[in-house]
């Protein structure tokens, strides 16, 4: 109304929008920031089957819960904001509640967005960890007895963990049948860990990123490649001459 | 007549509480009519939700970020899939269709219908901007309303620049319904932070100020066809009610006062169709109407 000049009012009006412009955007950085600090996914959380490698994951999943809710045996749950996973996230912990790897897969078939795969249509195929036996000093079969509970409740039995045999040093007569796991087919449902019978699991599932180490991208396996080519690579051994004073004694295990 | 007498006594007890004269003229139930439905709306559509965990009545799963109603209907928040897309991960046609069916409701009955008859942080809000005006506090510093703006804008760049649903670790009204629905504590210390924030630092601090999921919901207020409309303008006795009660005051002075010859219809994106304005009236100037009514008196 009145006849204020036009100057001021614009300055006002961009001093207004740096503010809001500058609080804005720390506010969305502290968010980002947030959220990478909270993005770390701890030992003992596992992602429902199909999930996406964790960064997709938390791209993908929009913290709805219908995996959840479609669970029939209450093992998922929502991170509360207290816990150390995402808030919000479906997660399980084997030790508490392992994955009962429905045939259907339910908690899959629920997720709006696809943050957990839609095209696993397989059980056997999800990866939501991987075993370890992480503890070999209190690993009952380890102490040579015949625990096996672990290998037992496998629902890949023979194919995730098997019982490999070997020589027990301590009481030099008897054999030990260690649990060995797969990666190949191991699914993480996390029953070995659940059952375990110690005070504390001697065999976790850990997320695969934890759990798996990885070769240099240029190592190739020498007995691999050469099952593949159907012969050594590098040809047989030469045979060179041995050259040497007449009197020196051979070499152990060079016959003449 | 009882009502009256009630009205009356209310009158007296806070003689400078704004709708005083409305609950006057029209009854404590008349001036309260848009207020009630809408917590009638707000509570219903949460007990939808609870009926599932705490009857095994499941008719709604989810919660507000996604959802499934009846087995068939999948409805999804616009912008937590914007966050998602920007963060460069396509959703499946479920989340997608949702979305479609919710754009296309608040673009009809207008975008921020979902803050005032939907959201349940709308019900802390309000609580704490009650409170503040009952207790007369004037402290704090309200930012720029325009700061929602921007944080949608920096929240979308965030999310594209970490590949992650950034808002969603800070949410308040998600981690509200979450924490309603799914159970979990430390969810309530954010609920209480809003709370605090509108009481003591900001009037309407966070809905009116600061959350980006109200902007893109009121992004769809440009277009939406149900609107308030400042009908009977004429008889407006300037008692400042209607301002004192919208959370979003200044919408209302241009279509109310005909400012530049402007129609009797709220048009700004950021009104929310709460009626609380309608309620407060004691000359019934506001009722709703659709985008395209210019009738005024």
């Excluded at chain 1, 964790?54 to 209450?74: M, Q, S, T, W």
């Excluded at chain 2, 979450?178 to 210390?189: E, H, K, P, T, V």
């Amino acid at each position: 109304m009145s006849p204020t000049p036009s100057q001021p009012g614009r300055r006002r009006f961009l001093n207004g929008a740096a503010g809001a412009a500058g609080g804005a955007l720390l506010l969305s950085l502290g968010a980002g920031l947030t959220a990478r600090q909270a993005a770390a996914l701890p030992a003992d959380a596992l992602r429902p089957p199909g999930a996406l490698a964790e960064n997709d994951f938390l791209g993908a999943c929009i913290r709805c819960g219908l995996c959840v809710r479609d669970c029939p045996y209450d093992t998922l749950r929502l991170a509360d904001p207290a816990d150390q996973v995402a808030a919000g996230t479906p997660y399980f912990q084997a030790r508490k509640v392992a994955c009962e790897m429905c045939e259907d897969i339910p908690c899959v078939k629920a997720c709006p967005t696809a943050a957990l795969d839609h095209t696993l249509k397989d059980i056997a195929q999800a990866r939501m960890g991987l075993a370890v036996l992480v503890d070999q000093e209190t690993c009952l079969n380890f102490l040579g007895l015949r625990c096996d509970v672990c290998y037992r409740v496998c629902p890949v039995i023979d194919r995730a963990i098997t019982l490999t045999r070997r020589h027990n040093e301590r009481s030099d007569r008897h054999a030990m049948l260690i649990p060995t796991v797969h990666s190949e087919a191991c699914t993480g449902c996390g029953k070995c860990e659940k059952s375990c019978v110690l005070e504390e699991a001697a065999i976790k599932v850990f997320p695969i990123a934890l759990a798996k180490g990885m070769l240099g991208r240029h190592y190739r396996k020498g007995w691999e490649e050469e099952a593949k080519a159907g012969g050594s690579l590098i040809g047989d051994q030469t045979q060179l001459p041995a050259r040497r004073p007449d009197d020196a004694p051979l070499p152990r295990g060079v016959l003449k | 007549m009882s009502a009256r007498t009630a009205a009356g006594s209310r009158g007296k007890a806070a003689p400078l509480a704004p709708g005083h004269e409305a609950v006057a003229v029209k009854g404590w139930l008349g001036a309260h009519k848009w207020l009630l439905a809408r917590r009638c709306v707000q509570f219903a559509i949460l007990a939808l939700f609870l009926a599932g965990p705490w009857a095994g009545l499941w008719i709604v799963k989810g919660n507000l970020s996604s959802s499934l109603t009846l087995g068939t209907l999948p409805l999804t928040d616009p912008f937590v899939l914007a966050q998602s897309i920007a963060a460069r991960h396509w959703p499946a046609a479920a989340a997608l269709t949702g979305a479609a069916i919710v754009l296309l409701f608040y673009a009809v009955v207008g975008g921020r219908v979902f803050c005032s008859w939907v959201c349940p942080v709308n019900v802390v809000t309000d609580g704490a901007a009650w409170l503040r005006r009952r207790l007369g506090i004037k402290t704090g510093k309200v930012p720029s309303s325009a700061t929602r703006w921007w944080l949608l804008g920096g929240v979308l760049l965030a999310s594209a620049a970490t590949g992650m649903t950034v808002w969603e670790f800070v949410n308040p009204v998600s981690m509200t319904h979450r924490a309603l629905i799914f159970g979990g504590s430390a969810a309530w210390l954010v609920v209480i932070a809003v709370f605090a924030y509108d009481l003591l630092v900001a009037n309407r601090g966070w809905c009116g100020h600061v959350c980006p999921m109200g902007a893109c919901y009121a992004t769809l207020g440009r277009v939406a066809l149900l609107r308030v409309s400042a009908a009977q303008r004429s008889a407006c006795n300037d008692c400042m009610d209607c301002f004192v009660v919208c959370p979003e005051p200044q919408v209302i002075r241009p279509a109310l006062k005909a400012v530049d010859g402007a129609g009797p219809v709220i048009t700004f994106s950021e009104c929310t169709n709460c009626g609380r304005c309608i309620d407060v009236c004691s000359k019934n100037v506001f009722r709703y109407a659709h985008r395209f009514d210019q009738r005024s008196a």
